[in-house]
Structure formats: C-alpha cells, structure tokens
C-alpha cells in the first residue's frame, strides 16, 4: 500500500491540495490532484516515452498552485542535464521571472541526484519532497549529502519517503522491462 501523503494542516508541512496549472503551463490536471500524484503522474508519461520515470512539481507554498511540472526529458533532448526537476524548476522560475523560488516546495519521485540537489539549494527552494531514496544516485540522503555540506548555502526542509513504495515501484518495473 503506498504512503500516504501527510495531512495538510498547521502542524503539517504539506500546502493545501494543489491547484490545476495554468493553460499552456502542463497538461489536464490528474485524478490525484495532490502534488505529489501530479508528479507520479508526470513520472509515468515520462515512462511511456522511454524516459527514466522520474516527475517533478513546483509547488507555491502558500497558494498550493502549481506554477510548474514535468518528467525526465534526457533521451528526447540529447541532454543529460535534462532531469524532472531541473525543467520544473527552470519553468517555474521563468513563469515568475525570477531565479529563486524561495516561496516555493519542489516534490519528485526521486531523491535527487547530486546535480539537482545543487540546483535546488540554488533556487533556494523552501522545502524539497521526495518519494523513493536513491542509495546509489542520490545527493541529499546519500552520496555526497549535499545540503550537509559547508559549502551549502542553502538547506530546504525535506521530506523523504512520500508515497516511495508506488515512486519506487515506477522505476522497477520500468527497469525490468528494459532487461
């Protein structure tokens, strides 16, 4: 049974459901309508077109609007750069005009890689959400923990393990066709 997400609340920190994007921001809003369903969501379309099923939404904390989403895009444009959260993060702060989003919650269904983690504490993300761990690629919880390092200058909040048994069976069953 995967985890639920935590109650919205004062005590809790998950904003309030999400709200669907703005048109020409990301595709129809999903059955879940909860961030982190909208970025298992964007992990499985990500999938369907042979990507490594990784989503991302950037979420504004306040509002729980979503100003953007997407799913691993590395095959389609050549551009190993090109990571779920990366291209959530850029748009979000292209659809406000600013390069922090300092206001604003980030949930994938991947710990991120070493790579990402170093994006978000430059976009100085207020708290990162996160679904299955990432023993060998990741860079929060393991690898380089990189928002532990001194060279750090920015530490979000974050939340791992959020709803990882339907993140992590994703990215194993993808993995296993592929064998």
Request: hydrophobic share 45%.
């Amino acid at each position: 049974m995967p985890s639920p997400e935590p109650p919205a609340g004062p005590a809790s920190p998950v904003p309030p459901a999400a709200q669907p994007p703005a048109a020409g921001a990301a595709d129809a809003r999903p059955a879940d309508a909860t961030p982190m369903g909208r970025a298992l969501a964007e992990a499985r379309a990500a999938a369907a077109r042979g990507e490594v099923p990784v989503g991302a939404v950037v979420v504004e904390a306040e509002t729980g609007s979503i100003l953007a989403a997407a799913g691993n895009e590395v095959e389609a444009r050549a551009d190993p750069t090109a990571h779920a959260e990366m291209l959530a993060l850029r748009a979000a702060a292209a659809r406000r005009g600013e390069p922090r989003l300092p206001d604003c919650d980030l949930y994938v269904t991947l710990e991120p890689c070493p790579m990402c983690a170093q994006a978000i504490s430059f976009f100085r993300v207020r708290r990162l959400y996160f679904g299955a761990y990432d023993p060998k690629g990741g860079g929060v919880e393991h690898g380089p923990r990189l928002f532990d390092q001194p060279s750090c200058h920015h530490r979000p909040e974050v939340v791992g393990g959020l709803r990882e048994a339907e993140a992590a069976a994703l990215l194993r069953d993808f993995f296993a066709a592929r064998r």
